[in-house]
């Protein structure tokens, strides 16, 4: 049972919009940045959002981040098959003193 | 550019140890935090254990707590995690990565190396 709680799965047509929900409490998301990873299948994961809606350097505008109350939200639009692969929120929990995720959400571009 | 390079999975029974080596370049250990995280087999990611920039701060996961050590080597440039009294649940394919800015975000990650815990 993760700390976090994602969507199992979500999907969508290509060339179409979806949004991964994150939810958690105040211990985490609700004082703490929330941070969104790109796991492509047997790579390791990449970080696409960090501090609730920055982009790396490299990270296209296709990907956003939002944050509200104790939830968060992944943007990804323009959707590409080669866009399928699990997606998973990240935060620091001050209550634990550790990082926490969530269980992570597999996308699947129909 | 930064990279990192993990060594030392393999086989190991229960109870057993085992010390994972993360090799990092294109930035200094004592200027960035460093993270273990793990992912078993077809499961998601597990945060393992954390190491401040200066070395003064570790927390860990409650999993492994008492039996993990993260610790450094900044002359070498290199992150370590010893595992000792392993489990079969520890079977995983372990990741590090650098912090960003303290801020207790993973960002450059390396490949991983996969440690299995059988008998």
């Known amino acids: 049972q993760s700390v976090l709680t994602q969507p199992p799965s979500v999907s969508a047509a290509p060339g179409q919009k979806v949004t991964i929900s994150c939810s958690g409490s105040?211990?985490?998301?609700?004082?703490?940045?929330v941070s969104w990873y790109q796991q492509l299948p047997g790579t390791a994961p990449k970080l696409l959002i960090y501090?609730?809606?920055k982009r790396p350097s490299g990270i296209p505008d296709q990907f956003s981040g939002s944050k509200s109350g104790t939830s968060a939200t992944l943007g990804i639009t323009g959707l590409q098959t080669g866009d399928e692969a699990d997606y998973y929120c990240?935060?620091?929990?001050?209550?634990?003193?550790?990082?926490?995720f969530g269980g992570g959400t597999k996308l699947t571009v129909l | 550019q930064v990279q990192l390079v993990e060594s030392g999975g393999g086989v190991v029974q229960p109870g057993g140890s085992l010390r994972l080596s993360c090799a990092a370049f294109?930035?200094?250990?004592?200027?960035?935090?460093m993270h273990w995280v793990r992912q078993a087999p077809g499961k998601g990611l597990e945060w393992v254990a954390f190491?401040?920039?200066?070395?003064?701060?570790?927390y860990y996961a409650d999993s492994v707590r008492g039996r993990f050590t993260i610790s450094r080597d900044t002359s070498k440039n290199t992150l370590y995690l010893q595992m000792n009294s392993l489990r079969t649940e520890d079977t995983a394919v372990y990741y590090c990565?650098?912090?960003?800015?303290?801020?207790?975000?993973?960002?450059?990650w390396g490949q991983g190396t996969l440690v299995t815990v059988s008998s």
């Open positions: 501090e609730n809606n």
């Open positions: 990565a650098k912090d960003r800015g303290g801020t207790g975000t993973p960002d450059y």
């Open positions: 105040s211990s985490n998301i609700g004082n703490n940045y």
């Open positions: 990240g935060t620091w929990d001050s209550s634990l003193t550790a990082v926490v």
């Open positions: 294109g930035f200094t250990l004592s200027s960035d935090g």
């Open positions: 190491i401040s920039y200066d070395g003064n701060n570790e």
